[in-house]
């Protein structure tokens, strides 16, 4: 199940006052009939994604951890996958990227990970079926997508959803498996739930906080499959393995497996990152999550950076947890907000496997600099982020940054090549925040940062 949240968390909000968030029922509506056309949406060419950089010690770990246990914390008894090759068929009302951007997603899995995996008829494995997102939130309210074992169809869950059909644990090879994805939503957060959930589908149906590097991670930092889980799911496939094979048939296998598919990972020391406590993850998802008051929010930050201190981190897990403090600080202490997120930073400098949330961090320093008017600060934060955010073909952050960018040239007086950055970032937008009204919101929501611009200059 993919978590709406944070996926939310993760997108930049006005650090001033913002505008009104403007959807189709509001007033406003009409003034933005008259406003020129956007450009054409923008999609990725060919995957740029680095390969896994991991030690086989730690990627041994992981792929137990990954492979036998739920989201839940409960143990699956043996490894199930598919044994046969794999057809995907699509079904509902399809927004009109999500069969170009599931094409090249089986591309990806047959070229990366090895798997044999196409599209398909009605005699399919795997059933990505498209239904409004209304739809998803009645049965699951804090989910964008999710996926169910023994179903091929919407109906078919509702039949079967309070029966024993739908338990992964009682598995013993996967069959038939259904992908739910919204089909009113931003092209990309349809993008991303067909990555993470068919992901699951075929293999891993755990998430791990610390994992850096990968979509099999709560905090939705990573929204398409990268090179770590590439490599976890041709694991997952390897003829060595099959279904039914328990934890220790698989550890006993594993060795000759990782030193064959991941050589660079002979050898090189271990991570041996720790546990993740229940405490700090329950904390994270009340700060981030939706729902809570204000002051719960404050006091789950508060306890995340608490029990990161005591378990004393220092990886990504902590650097997160000074991001969430950080977002809950913006509108109640912007200096203090700033401090947080320069704390993010430092922390996932240390790592190139933080790379993308380094990203993040920037978007928001950058908008913080930009509110105070420092226009050449920003700038500079910016600009080693935006191949990142394109090389992990995240629309939404990539058009942030550049709009972004486009304010602080103007405040900086290039005005020309302000206009044309942000030009250009329109229909990386479009495909980030999806309809027209989103994407100019989001315009108007950075505009407001800048003083030139009737902002207040300041946080």
């Known amino acids: 199940m993919r978590r709406l949240t944070f996926a939310a968390a993760l997108t ?29 949406i923008k999609s990725f060419a060919a995957p740029r994604l680095a390969p896994a950089d991991v030690s ?16 839940s914390g409960r143990n699956l008894p043996v490894l199930t996958r598919f044994e046969a090759p794999i057809r995907v068929r699509v079904l509902g009302a399809t927004p009109p990227t999500l069969r170009s951007d599931l094409d090249r997603l089986l591309h990806r899995l047959r070229t990366e990970a090895g798997i044999d ?42 039949a079967a959803r309070r029966s024993a059909l739908l338990s992964w644990s009682k598995l013993a090879v996967r069959r038939r498996v259904a992908v739910f994805v919204p089909s009113d939503t931003s092209p990309q957060e349809v993008r991303d739930c067909l990555h993470e959930e068919l992901a699951q589908a075929l293999g891993p149906l755990n998430d791990l906080y ?17 090179g770590y889980d590439m490599l976890m799911l ?94 809950i600080l913006q509108t109640r202490d912007p200096d203090a907000a700033y401090a947080e997120f320069r704390a993010a930073d430092r922390i996932f400098a240390r790592s190139p496997r933080t790379a993308l949330h380094r990203a993040y961090v920037a978007s928001q320093l950058a908008a913080h600099d930009l509110a105070r008017g420092r ?72 505009a407001t940062l800048n003083p030139l611009k009737g902002g207040p200059g300041r946080l």
């Open 12 to 40: 930049i909000t006005a650090c001033a006052p913002a505008a009104p968030e403007i959807g189709p029922e509001i007033a406003t509506r009409a003034a933005l009939e008259d406003a020129p056309a956007l450009p054409a």
């Open 56 to 71: 086989n010690a730690d990627l041994d770990r992981d792929v137990l951890d990954l492979g036998f246990t739920l989201e």
């Open 117 to 158: 995996i196409a599209r398909g008829g009605a005699e399919a494995q795997i059933t990505v079926q498209a239904v409004p997102r209304s739809e998803i939130r009645r049965h699951l309210p804090q989910a964008a997508c999710f996926v169910v074992p023994n179903v091929g169809s919407l109906s078919d869950y509702l």
């Open 210 to 226: 610390r994992l850096p590097d990968s979509v099999f991670n709560d905090d939705n930092v990573h929204t398409v499959l990268t």
């Open 234 to 327: 041709r694991i997952f496939y390897d003829p060595a393995l099959a279904s039914g094979m328990t934890r220790q048939e698989v550890a006993a296998r594993l060795p000759d497996i990782l030193a064959r598919l991941n050589p660079a990972g002979e050898g090189r020391p271990a991570e041996n990152l720790g546990r993740t406590p229940r405490a700090w993850i329950e904390a994270i998802q009340t700060a981030l999550g939706p729902g809570a008051p204000e002051e719960a929010r404050y006091g789950a930050a508060r306890r995340a950076l608490q029990v990161a201190s005591a378990m004393g981190w220092q990886d990504h897990r902590r650097g997160f947890s000074h991001y969430a403090m950080g977002r």
């Open 375 to 446: 226009a050449e600060a920003a700038l500079a934060r910016i600009r080693p982020h935006l191949d990142i955010a394109a090389r992990h073909e995240n629309a939404a952050l990539l058009s942030t940054l550049m709009l972004l960018r486009a304010e602080a040239l103007e405040l900086s007086g290039q005005v020309s090549e302000g206009r044309s950055v942000r030009l250009d970032s329109l229909g990386w937008a479009r495909y980030g925040f999806g309809a027209d009204w989103a994407v100019r919101a989001k315009l108007r929501e950075i």
